[in-house]
Nanobody, 127 residues
């Protein structure tokens, strides 16, 4: 599976961005997908995940109510809609995919469960 992420940019606090992750080589419905981020001087952290059937999602507490992860099976793409952005959201954002192993409703949050990673897209939020 190959992943191609895009959509990052430089925005002001309170603005919105939508990240996209195009999936190549396998149907997006066959893998568990997630978004991670790594801020300057910080460890990589889980941000949001979505199950194979799109029926379950999970978020890190700091983005709940502001970020929404979704999928478009027809476009084989996963999205991360980010609203009310804050300076602390500044990071490189990565999309990731698991192996084809998990049930339809599984959401994964640990980086070691993901075997395919996108190249990362920079999100910078100014105050």
């Amino acid at each position: 599976v190959q992943l191609q992420a895009c959509g990052g940019g430089l925005v002001q606090a309170g603005d919105s961005l939508r990240l996209s992750c195009a999936v190549f080589g396998r149907s997006v419905s066959s893998v568990v997908m997630a978004w991670f981020r790594q801020g300057p001087g910080k460890e990589r952290e889980f941000v949001a995940g979505i199950s194979r059937n799109g029926g379950r999602t999970q978020y890190v507490d700091s983005v709940k109510g502001r970020f929404t992860v979704s999928r478009d099976d027809a476009k084989n793409t996963v999205y991360l809609q980010m609203n009310s952005l804050k300076p602390e959201d500044t990071a490189v954002y990565y999309c990731a995919a698991t192996r084809v192993l998990f049930s339809s409703f599984t959401v994964k949050t640990m980086a070691e469960d993901f075997v395919s990673w996108g190249q990362g897209t920079q999100v910078t939020v100014s105050s």
